[in-house]
T-cell receptor
Framework: AQTVTQSQPEMSVQEAETVTLSCTYD???????LFWYKQPPSRQMILVIR??????QNATENRFSVNFQKAAKSFSLKISDSQLGDAAMYFC????????????????FGKGTKLSVKP | GAGVSQSPSNKVTEKGKDVELRCDPI?????LYWYRQSLGQGLEFLIY????????KSGLPSDRFSAERTGGSVSTLTIQRTQQEDSAVYLC?????????????FGPGTRLLVL
């Protein structure tokens, strides 16, 4: 079974600085997808960024980028120029690339990292 | 267009009562997921609907939990004889076709408190 581990329950960053959130995962599969979701106090989970395992290039979305190390099974999120609105819970998630019905369709989440942004 | 909606936003119930939680997915999305977010447990998968296929119920924690999806759209998660350990946020998500690389769009969740 696949597992996702986020080893930092809480992180803090100064506004305008850069912070990196860690995520490691365990899988025997070679093809899968990885995601970072943000959950503000409103509880709405919002997709931040996604990565296809078959792509070597790291995904980037504006101030958000990932460092995907497939061999190490590591998928960290870097937030540059942190803003007050970035304060939230961040969840790393895994999904198998197998595309038939079954529990492989669901996301497997880490326990989350609570990010605080100091003004 | 409108996102995933869930109702009620919050629900307080007494132990032993039944509750129904509703999810209205994004129009046209054929895949629908229920997750539970418990304090200290993170998010766990409950059930998955894809089109007209039989749902994947492998994540349901007990037979007190059931879900249905009518007309391929709205879904209802029912918890019978609620227990205090059922207290959690129940999140619903939908995606357009259920393929593995797709983004799952989440609703705001229903916070359930069982007294």
């Amino acid at each position: 079974a696949q597992t996702v581990t986020q080893s930092q329950p809480e992180m803090s960053v100064q506004e305008a600085e850069t912070v990196t959130l860690s995520c490691t995962y365990d899988t025997s599969e070679s093809d899968y997808y990885l995601f970072w979701y943000k959950q503000p106090p409103s509880r709405q989970m919002i997709l931040v960024i996604r990565q296809e395992a078959y792509k070597q290039q790291n995904a980037t979305e504006n101030r958000f980028s990932v460092n995907f190390q497939k061999a190490a099974k590591s998928f960290s999120l870097k937030i540059s120029d942190s803003q007050l609105g970035d304060a939230a819970m961040y969840f790393c998630a895994y999904r198998s690339a197998r595309n038939y019905g079954g529990s492989q369709g669901n996301l497997i989440f880490g326990k989350g990292t609570k990010l605080s942004v100091k003004p | 267009g409108a996102g995933v909606s869930q109702s009620p936003s919050n629900k307080v119930t007494e132990k032993g009562k039944d509750v129904e939680l509703r999810c209205d997915p994004i129009s046209g999305h054929t895949a629908l997921y229920w997750y539970r977010q418990s304090l200290g447990q993170g998010l766990e998968f409950l059930i998955y609907f894809q089109g007209n296929s039989a749902p994947d119920k492998s994540g349901l924690p007990s037979d007190r939990f059931s879900a249905e999806r009518t007309g391929g759209s709205v879904s209802t998660l029912t918890i019978q004889r609620t227990q205090q350990e059922d207290s959690a946020v129940y999140l619903c998500a939908s995606s357009s076709a259920g393929t593995s690389g797709e983004t799952q769009y989440f609703g705001p969740g229903t916070r359930l408190l069982v007294l």
